[in-house]
């Protein structure tokens, strides 16, 4: 079963623009990350944000938490082309070992 | 290796077929997991491993399905009786550290399984 979904599904911006993905989850966590995978297979790890953190920033990359509305945030800044991919938050439910992908953001950057 | 490796990287096999698809992890990683994935879906979680141990296998959807971790190191997914449902991406992840404790997890690139 899915824990964290995130909003928007799909997401279309002008090369330059920030890009703002939402990720919402059901329990109570130990940590979340977020990924982003292109076309293909691979995921790559982009952050990783435990849960008495609020913001972390890595490059151009800004991830907020709030644990009180279980909620994560992932900005781009500046989105260039080669941001195009799927991007996922995945969470550790009831602080369990195991890590729960959401369905992910296809996020397409235009030239 | 410098990272996580699986091997092969596509498979097809027909239906009612025995497949075993093989994960070598980050030298070190005590936890292991294995995800799979259909077209436009998120990771689906299958079975987590710390060490030798499955700490989790809650994800696995039936009995033909089964992860074998030996030596902590390698790790098998066997799928037994394959149908032309468990066609997906098949991923392997890695970590230093699984539990309160975790680190980020490296994903493999991933086998292809084809069911025909």
């Known amino acids: 079963s899915q824990q964290g979904e995130e909003d928007p599904q799909a997401l279309s911006i002008q090369e330059g623009e920030n890009a703002t993905m939402n990720c919402s989850y059901k329990t109570s966590i130990n940590n979340l990350q977020w990924y982003r995978q292109n076309s293909g297979r691979g995921l790559v790890h982009l952050i990783l944000i435990r849960s008495n953190e609020r913001e972390k920033h890595s490059g151009r990359l800004r991830v907020t938490l709030d644990t009180s509305k279980k909620s994560s945030s992932l900005l781009i800044t500046a989105s260039r082309a080669a941001d195009t991919a799927s991007y996922f938050c995945a969470t550790d439910p009831n602080r369990d070992d195991k890590i729960i992908f959401g369905k992910g953001t296809r996020l397409h950057i235009l030239p | 290796g410098a990272g996580v490796s699986q091997t092969p990287s596509n498979k097809v096999t027909e239906k009612g077929k025995y497949v075993e698809l093989r994960c070598d992890p980050i030298s070190g990683h005590t936890a292991l997991y294995w995800y799979r994935q259909s077209l436009g879906q998120g990771p689906e979680f299958l079975i987590y491993?710390?060490?030798?141990?499955?700490?989790?296998d809650s994800g696995l959807p039936n009995d033909r399905f089964f992860a074998v971790r030996p030596e902590g190191s390698v790790s098998t997914l066997k799928i037994q009786r394959t149908e032309r449902g468990d066609s997906a991406v098949y991923l392997c992840a890695s970590s230093l550290r699984g539990g309160t404790g975790r680190t980020e997890a490296f994903f493999g690139q991933g086998t292809r399984l084809t069911v025909v």
């Open positions: 491993f710390q060490g030798t141990g499955a700490a989790d």
